[in-house]
């Protein structure tokens, strides 16, 4: 590693807790949050916590779920790139940067993703000063296109949309083949720090919530299931922390497109809701400990986002549910398409498994509308204009009457058939040991994994130690 060369942020224990960050490092951090969103300073705002420690999450209305039991959505707007991915990617590069097996003087990095983890890729690598590339399909959204470029990062697009993944893996091959010395990847898919952020940092903040909200009167301070699209299978992770918590208590349910249902039934197929349901399952994925795969439709996902973010939706909300003006503006704000495919998939957990008031069901919101006014515009252009009367039909249609089919739960026979399927990817296709896949069958291999946190964390502390002795 390149002496004093390496710009470092916070340790994963102060992602979960800001407050355990040298007071004159956080302020200053917090100071250019919104003066310069390129300081590497804002390396120290990876965070679900704002400067005064609140959680970035909202309590959805049940004019809007149609449900009693309480929905609460964490979300990722408010992170340095607007989406909590930035935090995954930061772990994995730091990980990789501070045991020496990627060096800013020497390498480039490569980020392989569907979107918002290309974005903080780009993000998070150049601020760490790495030469970085992110690798897109060519059909996600042009605001990510732009995005990546301002970030100061190289674009490499590939063919086909999201679940085109295949395609994502060739083009790595290809660029590390061409320059096996300075190529270096950094894939979401397998890259056990991203599982990390995730188990740790996201786990454990839902925990603090669920206090949070039962001395507020909403839930009864146990999460009773996590609800996660899955995309590189990351922000699903926080379940494992969530069942260790609350054994016996808690869920952990799945998400992916009915156009690409891949766990579900063998599936593929492309679609629409940027950001998971890649076509495969990931190799951090923990199938084992998965109690149910829901599928969603992606036309649903983007009709639902157009209600809630366009001024008809905002009035119709307001004037017909009694929803205070002010809270439908701030939920305007929060989602993006995933984030109405882990509020739909939510409604439908607590349908499926017949929740009450008392329960509480928690999930994410990944980013924001900034990244699909473009998708927003193709809706209106295949549909017409939304009215009032328009939204109503889909709040009643999409979330008030959503369905309970494309449901398959977590039967000792299902949870071996989509772990068996990591096999084709991982062991035929990149060249996983059949030893290791075979060992994910145990808890034990995740807990290990879990483990490796507080190791992460004291090499991170060490190596800021001998920068400020040098």
Not at 446 to 463: K, N, S
Request: with cysteine; proline share 4%; charged share 25%.
């Amino acid at each position: 590693m390149t002496p004093k060369r390496l710009i470092t942020g916070p340790t994963f224990a102060e992602m979960l807790d800001p407050s355990r960050i040298r007071k004159d490092l956080r302020e200053k951090a917090l100071a250019v949050k919104a003066r310069d969103p390129l300081d590497p300073l804002n390396l120290y705002n990876i965070s679900w916590k704002d400067g005064s420690g609140r959680i970035y999450h909202e309590v959805l209305p049940q004019a809007l779920t149609g449900v009693e039991t309480p929905i609460v959505v964490l979300y990722g707007k408010d992170f340095p790139t607007g989406s909590h991915k930035v935090g995954a990617t930061y772990s994995v590069l730091i990980e990789k940067a501070i045991t020496g097996a990627v060096d800013p003087g020497r390498h480039t990095i490569v980020w392989p993703s569907t979107g918002n983890y290309g974005i903080g890729g780009a993000w998070v690598g150049c601020r760490m000063k790495f030469d970085s590339v992110v690798i897109l399909p060519e059909e996600m959204s042009q605001e990510r296109f732009e995005i990546v470029r301002g970030y100061g990062a190289r674009l490499e697009l590939t063919p086909g949309c999201e679940s085109n993944v295949k395609e994502i893996y060739d083009k790595c091959h290809a660029l590390r083949q061409a320059a096996p010395e300075r190529i270096r990847i950094m894939n979401q898919f397998e890259a056990f720090a991203n599982y990390r952020f995730h188990y740790y940092v996201t786990g454990n903040t839902i925990i603090e919530l669920a206090k949070v909200l039962e001395a507020e009167g909403i839930g009864k301070g146990v999460v009773s299931a996590y609800v996660s699209a899955m995309g590189s299978a990351g922000t699903i992770a926080a379940g494992d922390r969530l069942k260790q918590q609350w054994p016996g208590r808690h869920r952990i349910v799945g998400l992916e497109p009915i156009q690409c249902p891949t766990l579900y039934w063998n599936g593929y197929g492309g679609h629409d809701i940027q950001g998971i349901g890649d076509k495969h399952v990931t190799w951090i994925h923990n199938v084992m400990n998965m109690d149910a795969v829901m599928c969603i439709d992606d036309i649903e996902s983007k009709l639902g986002l157009q209600m809630l973010t366009e001024e008809p939706g905002w009035e119709m909300l307001t004037r017909n549910y009694g929803v205070a003006e002010e809270k439908a503006r701030r939920l305007a704000g929060i989602f993006g398409i995933s984030g109405v495919c882990n509020v739909l998939g939510a409604i439908k957990t607590a349908k499926f498994y017949g929740m009450g008031k008392d329960d509480l069901i928690v999930t994410v919101c990944t980013d924001a509308i900034d990244r699909y006014h473009s998708v927003m515009a193709g809706l209106t252009e295949c549909f017409g204009p939304m009215d009032q009367t328009a939204a109503e039909v889909r709040l009643v249609g999409i979330f008030h009457r959503q369905k309970l089919d494309w449901i398959d739960e977590g039967t000792r026979r299902n949870r071996n058939q989509w772990h068996n399927l990591k096999y084709f990817t991982w062991v035929e296709q990149q060249g996983k040991a059949v030893e290791d896949l075979n060992a994910q069958r145990d808890q034990a291999y995740w807990e290990a994994q879990q483990a490796e946190v507080a190791r992460v964390d004291r090499l991170i502390e060490e190596y800021r130690s001998e920068t400020a002795r040098a």
